[in-house]
């Protein structure tokens, strides 16, 4: 399979409704590697890495997201390996401090 690399924008009310926590554990249960985070703009950003599929579907989750969020938008580009050194040491999927 080929993998990708996605970088997410998501808007909406991402903050405070446990939506990081729920970035982490969906994509650590689909083996990504990448991280999440909050900015200081009120929206969250993701990393993506894994098999095309896998990373859709994962897309897809965070259309959903937790009970308390409401997903208004997901901006998508393409993401870069580069990004990648974000995570912290010896974690695949990181959860990092806000910007």
């Known amino acids: 399979m ?12 991402v903050q ?3 939506y990081r926590a ?6 650590r249960s689909r083996d ?4 999440v985070r909050n900015c200081g703009d009120g929206t ?3 990393l993506l890495m894994g ?6 579907d994962m897309i897809a989750a965070c259309r959903r ?6 997903v ?7 993401g870069h390996a580069s990004a990648l050194k974000e995570c912290m040491a010896g974690q695949a999927f990181s959860v990092l401090p806000t910007i």
């Open 51 to 56: 098999d095309a599929p896998v990373v859709e």
């Open 32 to 35: 990504l590697r990448g991280w």
């Open 2 to 13: 080929d993998e990708v690399i996605i970088h997410l924008v998501v808007h909406g009310r």
């Open 65 to 70: 997201g937790p009970s308390g969020a409401r």
């Open 22 to 27: 729920f970035v982490e554990r969906e994509a």
């Open 44 to 46: 969250v950003e993701a």
């Open 16 to 18: 405070g409704v446990g």
């Open 72 to 78: 208004d938008a997901i901006h998508r580009s393409a």
